[in-house]
């Protein structure tokens, strides 16, 4: 089993307590009305699938409950670090 | 109509006891979801201590998240309800039951389906996890002595599997 670091609980704790939430870092575009359909689409529908390093969110939901930042390599599953969300990109 | 409500338990009354660990039901209490961003504004109104650190325990109340505690208190227990503050104060008593388990084995039934290591889950310890699919709260009372809360509608299961687990 994967143990995945809780940046609010601060320790590791194991996968099955934690739900992936999609990439990170997706803004919310601040005046939705001025976006054209494509821009719209891309917000809405279009995801990076990268081979390698990739920026995630992550809830410890049966746990902390809180949403965070992961960086994981979807190659080897390994998870390079986590952030607490609202954290700059790293 | 009856004039008296019968409380209905989803698991037996008396305690399940095989070797080495007990399961038991334990009596009905007052729990409270507390919900604020700072433990100060909670014990502005509740005056008293509050765990800032998650996972740890004080007079009954324990912190599960950044923002979050649960309280349990007698059942003759009464909190101000928090108006006009920046909290969440909500009355959960009746979502969950708790289900004490106790012996030296406790710790030893309880990671059957928990993936922590219970070993070095220290006394006064709470923490909400996971036994196989069913989400629990965990905490430890003693050093031989858990308190399990567990949502009613999985505690008939949790309890099938807690004895299951007990007796092999």
Redesign the interface.
């Known amino acids: 089993?994967i143990l995945i670091h809780c940046p609010?609980?601060?320790e590791k704790?194991?996968e099955?307590?934690f739900a992936n939430a999609g990439q990170a870092h997706v803004a919310r575009p601040l005046d939705p009305s001025s976006q054209s359909d494509e821009e719209w689409e891309a917000y809405l529908f279009i995801r990076a699938n990268p081979r390698g390093r990739h920026h995630e969110r992550w809830r410890h939901v049966?746990?902390?409950?809180?949403f965070f930042n992961a960086v994981r390599d979807t190659v080897t599953d390994k998870f390079e670090t986590t952030y607490k969300a609202g954290e700059p990109r790293r | 109509m009856s004039d008296v409500l019968i409380r209905n338990e989803p698991v037996p009354s008396t305690p399940f006891i095989a070797e080495g660990v007990t399961i038991s039901l334990a009596a009905p209490q007052n729990r409270y979801s507390l919900r604020a961003r700072t433990a100060q504004t909670l014990e502005t109104l509740l005056n008293v201590k509050v765990p800032k650190k998650?996972?740890a325990t004080e007079g009954g109340i324990a912190c599960?998240?950044?923002d979050?505690w649960l309280l349990r208190a007698e059942v003759s227990a009464t909190i101000p309800s928090g108006a006009g503050l920046p909290v969440a104060i909500t009355d959960i008593s009746d979502r969950s039951i708790c289900l004490v388990v106790e012996g030296p084995r406790a710790a030893e039934l309880l990671m059957t389906g928990c993936?922590?290591n219970l070993d070095n889950f220290v006394v006064g310890r709470a923490?909400?996890?996971?036994y196989e699919t069913v989400?629990i709260i965990i905490i430890r009372d003693d050093e031989d002595r858990f308190h399990v809360e567990v949502w009613r509608s999985f505690a008939a299961w949790l309890w099938a599997a807690f004895t299951a687990a007990a007796s092999h």
């Open positions: 089993m609010y609980c601060d704790r194991p099955i307590e049966h746990g902390c409950g809180r | 998650i996972g599960l998240g950044p979050e993936p922590l923490t909400r996890t996971i989400e």
